[in-house]
């Protein structure tokens, strides 16, 4: 968060937000029915992302969809996605190279649940980075928000900030669970989205067999001489593998089969 660390300390200079949600107690059951159908019924990754925050009662709000385990990209901050985020919000994500360079992301997912921005300012891991500043400065553009922990089927992680017109003195006990559990039902199906999309992975019988032993933790030399051939014609394997997973190491082309369509 350094990279925000130019931003002016001073109320925000866009509209005034509605704050729809401030005073009330929870989400009006028709309202999430209204935003799971959305979900639901959304074609696209853009018309899900956009379909389901429009309906919620925020006024901006952020997604970050982490690579799988196993991806050459693993560490990289992944796909990104906003609504009405200031531009220098903007401009600090399109800039980051990994969300490991964002302390916030990793302080969320230390909780394993949602956290008010505001909380993060005294967070362990936000002060050990020296960050504290950054975030009231953020907060000084966005306002307080919700900042959610997604987690997905084949251990895809993502990272949802909901904002505009939220305050956790005011907004009911209620309303940061159903935010919650909107988010992380948005989340799955963005996953489930992204696996339809994702062209099949095509390996030979003898690939598979390869990749089936490197899980197991058979070493070149191991696997050669259980299925008779030559360590050499292991490593031939192993790097078409690589290639075909997109992966640079055999522990990551062993996890990244299980985030994969992997067809023999």
Same mark, same amino acid.
Request: with cysteine; aromatic share 8%; proline share 5%.
């Given at each position: 968060?350094?990279?925000?660390?130019?931003?002016?300390?001073?109320?925000?200079?866009?509209?005034?937000?509605?704050?729809?949600?401030?005073?009330?107690?929870?989400?009006?059951?028709?309202?999430?029915?209204?935003?799971?159908?959305?979900?639901?019924?959304?074609?696209?990754?853009?018309?899900?992302?956009?379909?389901?925050?429009?309906?919620?009662?925020?006024?901006?709000?952020?997604?970050?969809?982490?690579?799988?385990?196993?991806?050459?990209?693993?560490?990289?901050?992944?796909?990104?996605?906003?609504?009405?985020?200031?531009?220098?919000?903007?401009?600090?994500?399109?800039?980051?190279?990994?969300?490991?360079?964002?302390?916030?992301?990793?302080?969320?997912?230390?909780?394993?649940?949602?956290?008010?921005?505001?909380?993060?300012?005294?967070?362990?891991?936000?002060?050990?980075?020296?960050?504290?500043?950054?975030?009231?400065?953020?907060?000084?553009?966005?306002?307080?928000?919700?900042?959610?922990?997604?987690?997905?089927?084949?251990?895809?992680?993502?990272?949802?900030?909901?904002?505009?017109?939220?305050?956790?003195?005011?907004?009911?006990?209620?309303?940061?669970?159903?935010?919650?559990?909107?988010?992380?039902?948005?989340?799955?199906?963005?996953?489930?989205?992204?696996?339809?999309?994702?062209?099949? @992975?095509?390996?030979?019988?003898?690939?598979?067999?390869?990749?089936?032993?490197?899980?197991?933790?058979?070493?070149?030399?191991?696997?050669?001489?259980?299925?008779?051939?030559?360590?050499?014609? @292991?490593?031939?394997?192993?790097?078409?593998?690589?290639?075909?997973?997109? @992966?640079?190491?055999? @522990?990551?082309?062993?996890?990244?089969?299980?985030?994969?369509?992997?067809?023999?």
């Amino acid at each position: 968060m350094e990279a925000i660390k130019d931003i002016p300390a001073h109320a925000r200079s866009d509209a005034e937000f509605s704050g729809q949600v401030a005073s009330l107690a929870s989400l009006n059951p028709s309202l999430i029915s209204e935003i799971v159908d959305a979900i639901n019924s959304a074609t696209t990754l853009e018309s899900l992302f956009h379909s389901a925050i429009e309906l919620m009662p925020v006024d901006l709000a952020s997604y970050h969809h982490f690579p799988s385990v196993g991806a050459v990209d693993y560490g990289h901050i992944g796909r990104f996605y906003n609504h009405n985020l200031p531009p220098k919000i903007m401009d600090y994500y399109n800039e980051l190279s990994s969300h490991n360079s964002d302390p916030a992301p990793r302080a969320v997912f230390t909780k394993s649940q949602s956290i008010w921005l505001s909380d993060l300012i005294s967070d362990p891991i936000i002060s050990k980075n020296k960050a504290s500043d950054s975030v009231r400065k953020i907060i000084n553009l966005t306002g307080d928000g919700l900042c959610i922990p997604l987690y997905g089927p084949n251990f895809r992680r993502g990272y949802m900030f909901l904002g505009g017109g939220l305050d956790k003195t005011e907004t009911g006990p209620y309303i940061q669970l159903q935010l919650q559990g909107l988010a992380q039902y948005f989340h799955i199906q963005f996953c489930l989205m992204i696996q339809k999309l994702q062209a099949p @992975v095509q390996l030979t019988d003898r690939q598979d067999q390869v990749l089936s032993l490197v899980a197991f933790g058979k070493t070149n030399q191991e696997i050669a001489d259980i299925l008779k051939i030559s360590p050499n014609t @292991v490593s031939g394997y192993l790097k078409a593998i690589f290639i075909k997973l997109d @992966v640079s190491d055999r @522990v990551s082309a062993a996890m990244r089969a299980q985030t994969l369509k992997v067809n023999m």
